[in-house]
């Protein structure tokens, strides 16, 4: 494999560092000691500077989906649980529904919510010091966090959601 294409795959195997390059905030000098590229420095750097003029510039989303807190949440077992349950979010073994319990969800519904704003807010969240019990995306996207967390964690999600790459990037 070429020096150039050992370093964009070096890159893409760090999506922090193919980020920082999209927005034009990364040094390729340091990017260049970072990965574990064989060669020159000067000559990893100069192919992640044409690797970077090479990717779609960072833009935001248009439109930032409108993200909900709702509390009472709590993990119910699914085999045993009533129809009365307010079904919220399975993933494993674990589900969730509101019924009164201690924990805390976030729900957001819009366009373009995919496994990329997942990501994106709970990258931002676990920046934040907050760890999610649960999360998940399919028709929306559903984070489920201790009571206590809530609040600060709607603000992360909120603020998350609104930087999200477009989907296209």
Known sequence: MS??????????????????????????????????????EDAVAAAVRRYAEDLPALERRDATPRV????GISEVDGDTATGEADWLLAVGDASFARDGGSLTALVAAGEGLDSRALAHSLERLHAADIDPVAAGVADGLAVVVERRDGADALRVVEDALASVPDRSQ
Do not use: C, I, K, W
């Not at 370093?7 to 990017?31: E, I, K, S, W």
């Open 68 to 71: 909900s807190m709702s509390s």
């Open 3 to 40: 020096l150039a294409g050992e370093t964009r795959a070096a890159v893409d195997d760090h999506p922090f560092l193919r980020r920082a390059l999209r927005a034009g905030v990364a040094n390729h000098a340091a990017v260049a000691r970072f990965l574990d590229v064989d060669g020159d």
